[in-house]
């Protein structure tokens, strides 16, 4: 009887060992979740971000868009000596626009469709790549979509 006792005693408290390490590890892989979250939203540059020092641009020949076109539409504050990050821009699509012009008969129906422009904005510290974000602005003509451009990288940049 004695013996039975003590193997059951074993029982319940490796039983009970048992349940107390699956606690312990359900609350290792929240506290490992809340963690790697919290060190994710502290290394993100998201918001952070506010000015670089320099920006370089890339645009594929074959768009009718330049360089020229595409810097003179930067926010101004965007550029600051101060500021530890780099940017570049990859410019990867761009249309002015399209202008249709429908016949029916004896009509003509002239229509517009807007322009585009899709960029990758590469934001670098130090030689290597912090963050990339993707940016698509529209509107009507080349301007309008430059200006576009302009504020959706102001609004990537925003305090």
Do not use: W
């Not at 963690?35 to 020949?61: D, H, Q, R």
């Not at 930067?74 to 002015?96: R, T």
């Not at 899709?118 to 993707?134: D, H, M, P, Q």
Request: aromatic share 8%.
């Amino acid at each position: 009887m004695k013996i039975y006792m003590t193997h059951t005693l074993s029982a319940l408290t490796f039983a009970n060992k048992l349940k107390y390490i699956n606690i312990r590890l359900s609350v290792m892989r929240l506290l490992t979740i809340f963690f790697t979250a919290l060190l994710a939203a502290a290394t993100s540059c998201s918001g952070k971000v506010k000015s670089v020092s320099t920006v370089s641009i890339t645009v594929p020949e074959s768009l009718v868009v330049s360089e020229s076109e595409i810097r003179a539409s930067l926010p101004e504050g965007l550029i600051s000596s101060e500021s530890e990050y780099q940017l570049e821009i990859a410019v990867y699509s761009f249309s002015s626009g399209i202008e249709t012009i429908n016949y029916s008969g004896s009509d003509f129906n002239v229509g517009h469709r807007e322009g585009n422009i899709k960029a990758v904005l590469k934001l670098n510290s130090g030689g290597k790549l912090i963050e990339n974000r993707f940016i698509e602005a529209s509107g009507n003509g080349k301007d309008a979509v430059l200006n576009g451009l302009k504020d959706k990288i102001r609004a990537e940049f925003a305090e």
